[in-house]
């Protein structure tokens, strides 16, 4: 079949308080593919829950292709082959930690450019690594609950003293933006410094002395990313900087 000729029907919520974000989805992802969508609206909650009830589904939106029913919006991004089943999906992803350090880099070289109209000096690499500190510190406190008791896995002062896990991000996000200012660098280089140098210790000892795997509390208390190199990086950062600016 041609992809001309390609077609599916998509039912999905479309009410007055209530537009389905996954109905949006399907309707695009299959757009892009280049099916002809014949979009059904289920504009009430009765015509919803009939709908439920006689194609025996629990959720909209639902995808039928050539008479058959491929799913919800998640079913339907497998079928299209936009994503892994999920027993092959990896609990493992880098995403936010390239995102963090790559919005810090603009940032920095952005700042770098209107101050001195040029991408890379010793200025905008110490702006770098204060904006990724700032950063980190924020992907943190947005649950810090869940931050501190990851958090208390492997690091070895929270380890001995527990209000210390919530105590880290303020402090991270303090040096960082007294770094960023260039202010009271005689408070923040020593804050870096020893949560740096704690940090690093900590995951050495974690990962390299006795060979656990775990999951980086670096960005927050819902990271799929593994406690190693990322977390290193920034404590490496944070004592470099630290010693640097002191």
Known sequence: MSASKKSAVLYRMVMKKHLCPFGLKSKDALERHGYQVDDRWLTSREQTDAFKAEHNVDTTPQTFINGERIGGFD???????????KAEQSDTSYQPVIAIFAMAALLAMAVGWYHFHELLNVRIVQWFIACAMCLL??????DLESFSTMFLNYDLLAQRWVRYGKIYPFAEAVAGVLMV????????APIAIVI????????????????RELKCACVGGNSRVPLGFVSLT???MMLIMGMWML
């Not at 079913?75 to 089943?85: C, D, M, S």
């Not at 210790?201 to 974690?206: D, E, Q, W």
Request: aromatic share 12%.
């Open 75 to 85: 079913e339907l991004a497998i079928f299209l082959g936009e994503k892994k089943p």
């Open 234 to 236: 920034e404590n490496f």
């Open 196 to 211: 740096g140098a704690i940090g690093f210790a900590s995951v050495i000892k974690a990962v390299y002395v006795d060979k």
């Open 181 to 188: 200012a260039g202010a009271l660098l005689w408070l923040a």
């Open 137 to 142: 510190a924020v992907q943190k406190l947005q």
